[in-house]
């Protein structure tokens, strides 16, 4: 019986082509600046969470014993400071209240900014008329002094710090997405749900605004930074928390009367906030390039 050479033809299966996340998260990740960010502010995210669950000393417990006690002091691996209290729990604590002031404050700002950037960019006429020209109005002042009048017509606190300078972030996102939306309600997907009857609610939230995402996603992580050192700064001048709560700003404060004697007091708080801002810009630069179309995967 004669041999029959049976030639099989193979037939390669296209691959599947990643989703649009996917491909941002790949190119995300080929960014090492932005990796260092994401590694470095989840240790401090880490840290504040953990706070009540590591063996830290209490962050208010005064040891007048022990005060300006220099970093590497037994007991102290960071020093203390004017009033004997452990700087690196005050400083772990102080993240818990810095960091989730910046991003309770932005996620307020972005909120409110994003429901009126699309009511203005969608309906238009009158509501971008008022809406825009009030956000004008509040992009006229300088952000400090914006910031510095909402908090002396509340007063000084801590959720008067984070309504304040929320307020200021507002008009910045009401722009990012105002100007999304005007350039989404005239593409044809959108014609065609109007056409097919669909109610503006579902055009808006269904349609427009998953198409302002990423610039929006890059907005928020450029500005977490920017508001944890408003919020810190506030701090700074006695308008956001008050001593004796730890909190980077106020650690700050506090420690400028000693920066010849004990640098550490303010140089720690210092550099924390130097940390968590840098990384939240990595991550921002990282986001901007990884959302961007038009870089290859």
């Known amino acids: 019986m004669a041999d029959m050479n049976i030639q099989v033809t193979q037939h390669t299966v296209p691959k599947k082509k990643a989703g649009p996340w996917a491909q941002t998260w790949r190119r995300f990740s080929r960014d090492?600046?932005?990796?260092?960010?994401?590694?470095?502010?989840?240790?401090?995210?880490?840290?504040?969470?953990?706070?009540?669950?590591?063996?830290?000393?209490?962050?208010?417990?005064?040891?007048?014993?022990k005060r300006l006690q220099p970093p590497g002091t037994d007991g102290h691996l960071l020093g203390t400071d004017e009033l004997g209290r452990d700087m690196l729990s005050r400083l772990i604590w102080g993240g818990r209240?810095?960091?989730?002031?910046?991003?309770?404050?932005?996620?307020?700002?972005?909120?409110?900014?994003?429901?009126?950037?699309l009511?203005?960019?969608?309906?238009?006429?009158?509501?971008?008329?008022?809406?825009?020209?009030?956000?004008?109005?509040?992009?006229?002042?300088?952000?400090?002094?914006?910031?510095?009048?909402?908090?002396?017509?509340?007063?000084?606190?801590?959720?008067?710090?984070?309504?304040a300078v929320s307020v200021v972030g507002i008009p910045y996102?009401?722009?990012?997405?105002?100007?999304?939306t005007l350039t989404f309600r005239e593409m044809e997907f959108v014609m065609a749900e109007r056409a097919i009857g669909a109610s503006h609610f579902h055009i808006i939230f269904w349609h427009i605004l998953p198409n302002c995402l990423p610039p929006l996603i890059v907005a928020?992580?450029?500005?977490?930074?920017?508001?944890?050192?408003?919020?810190?700064?506030?701090?700074?001048?006695?308008?956001?928390?008050?001593?004796?709560?730890?909190?980077?700003?106020?650690?700050?404060?506090?420690?400028?009367?000693?920066?010849?004697?004990?640098?550490?007091?303010?140089?720690?708080p210092g550099l924390a906030l130097f940390c968590v801002v840098l990384?939240?810009?990595?991550?921002?630069?990282?986001?901007?390039d990884a959302l961007d179309p038009k870089t290859k995967v």
């Open 173 to 180: 996102y009401a722009r990012i997405v105002r100007g999304s």
């Open 279 to 288: 990384a939240m810009n990595l991550i921002g630069d990282g986001l901007r």
């Open 119 to 163: 009511i203005a960019g969608y309906f238009q006429k009158f509501f971008d008329t008022v809406i825009m020209r009030f956000m004008d109005i509040l992009m006229a002042f300088p952000y400090v002094l914006l910031a510095i009048s909402i908090i002396a017509a509340l007063g000084p606190g801590l959720i008067n710090t984070m309504i």
């Open 32 to 65: 090492k600046a932005a990796l260092v960010g994401a590694v470095l502010l989840g240790i401090v995210i880490l840290l504040a969470v953990l706070a009540p669950f590591l063996p830290l000393d209490d962050p208010n417990a005064v040891n007048l014993a």
């Open 220 to 268: 928020v992580s450029l500005d977490v930074g920017w508001m944890i050192l408003a919020a810190s700064g506030m701090s700074f001048l006695g308008l956001g928390a008050q001593p004796p709560l730890a909190e980077w700003g106020v650690m700050l404060s506090e420690g400028r009367k000693f920066i010849r004697m004990a640098p550490h007091v303010s140089l720690l």
């Open 97 to 117: 209240i810095s960091v989730s002031i910046g991003f309770f404050a932005v996620g307020i700002a972005v909120v409110f900014g994003t429901i009126l950037g």
